[in-house]
């Protein structure tokens, strides 16, 4: 079965910062795609980045970013120049194809002015 | 908008009750999805269609719910003799009929049951 873990539970970072949000996961298959959905306080899920297992490169979404390490079993996002609008609930989430996304449990970021 | 709509957006019942949840794809769309999420977790998968063929429960989903998506559209989720366990978001999310190769699912704006 597959599982996701996010150990960081709440993060905060300043306004125009960089902040790092943590994810491992689990699976036993060689074929998958990750993602990092975004829930603000209207609580409707919003994607934020995907990433192909079988893509070396990192994906990149403008001021969104992630480390895809496969050997590691790692996907982090990385959140550049930080904006108040950031603020929300983020999960990391992983999907063999055509099935069920596996949810983490979620890291509350707030972003400070 | 990630084009599906959902309601009721809230609905508060009395424990005993029958409710029934309806998600509206607006777009071209291949499989729906049915997830639950409590308060400060992450969503949790109930159920999907491919169509109108419901191809895989949740341990989660049990007999007191049900499932359906008459002519591969719209789906309805009803939950009979509602506990107090049962209050949460429920999610509906979808493919959409492209794909690609990424499955991304894209939520709708969830229904929040209180039973009391």
């Known amino acids: 079965a597959q599982t996701v873990t996010q150990s960081q539970p709440e993060m905060s970072v300043q306004e125009a910062e960089t902040v790092t949000l943590s994810c491992t996961y689990d699976t036993s298959e060689n074929n998958y795609y990750l993602f990092w959905y975004k829930q603000p306080p209207s609580r409707q899920m919003i994607l934020v980045i995907r990433?192909?297992?079988?893509?070396?490169q990192n994906a990149t979404e403008n001021r969104f970013s992630v480390n895809f390490q496969k050997a590691a079993k790692s996907f982090s996002l990385k959140i550049s120049d930080s904006q108040l609008g950031d603020t929300a609930m983020y999960f990391c989430a992983h999907l063999t194809s055509g099935s069920r996304l596996t949810f983490g449990e979620g890291t509350q970021l707030t972003v400070n002015p | 908008d990630t084009g599906v709509s959902q309601n009721p957006r809230h609905k508060i019942t009395k424990r005993g009750q029958n409710v029934t949840f309806r998600c509206d794809p607006i777009?071209?769309?291949?499989?729906l999805y049915w997830y639950r999420q409590t308060l400060g977790q992450g969503p949790e998968f109930l159920t999907y269609?491919?169509?109108?063929?419901?191809?895989?429960k949740s341990r989660l989903l049990s007999d007191r719910f049900s499932a359906e998506r008459p002519k591969g559209s719209f789906s309805t989720l009803e939950i009979q003799r509602t506990e107090q366990g049962d209050s949460a978001m429920y999610l509906c999310a979808y493919t959409r009929a492209s794909g690609g190769g990424s499955n991304e699912q894209f939520f709708g704006p969830g229904t929040r049951l209180t039973v009391l």
């Open positions: 990433q192909e297992a079988y893509k070396q």
């Open positions: 777009s071209e769309h291949n499989r």
């Open positions: 269609f491919q169509n109108e063929a419901q191809l895989e």
